[in-house]
C-alpha cells in the first residue's frame, strides 16, 4: 500500500471519531475533538486526493467511514445489531475494495485544468 492510499484509510478511520463526535459531543472539549478529528480527516482525503482518481477515494472514505461509524455504534454505543444493516454493510464494503482493486494508479500527480 502506498502513501496516498494510506491516507485514504487514516482519513476514513478519522471520519469514524469525527462522525461519532457529532451524535455524543457533550462539552466543549468534546466538540474541540470532534472539529479537530474533522480537520484532520479532510486534510488527509484532500492530500491523497490530490495523486488518486478523486471517485474511487471519495468511494473509499466514505465506505470506512459509513461502515466503521456503524459498527463502533454496535459495539461501543449499544445500537441493536441489525443482519439486514450488517449485510448491507457487507455489499458497500465489496464495492469498496472492488473499486480499489480496479483502479488504476497513474504514476504522475493529476494536473490542474486551466482555460
Known amino acids: 500500500m502506498n502513501r496516498n492510499w494510506l491516507y485514504v484509510l487514516l482519513s476514513g478511520l478519522v471520519e469514524i471519531l469525527w462522525v461519532t463526535g457529532l451524535k455524543h459531543a457533550g462539552n466543549v472539549w468534546e466538540w474541540l475533538g ?27 472514505f466514505t465506505g ?21 444493516k450488517v449485510l448491507l454493510i457487507g455489499v458497500l464494503l465489496a464495492g ?3 473499486l480499489k482493486l480496479v483502479t488504476v494508479e497513474s504514476a504522475e500527480p493529476n494536473k490542474e485544468v486551466t482555460n
Open 34 to 60: 470532534t472539529l479537530l478529528a474533522i480537520v484532520v480527516s479532510f486534510y488527509l482525503i484532500i492530500e491523497a486526493a490530490k495523486r488518486l482518481p478523486v471517485g474511487t477515494v471519495y468511494a473509499v
Open 64 to 84: 470506512i467511514g459509513t461502515a466503521g461509524t456503524v459498527v463502533t455504534e454496535m459495539l461501543v454505543f449499544g445500537e441493536p445489531f441489525n443482519l439486514m
Open 96 to 98: 469498496v475494495i472492488g
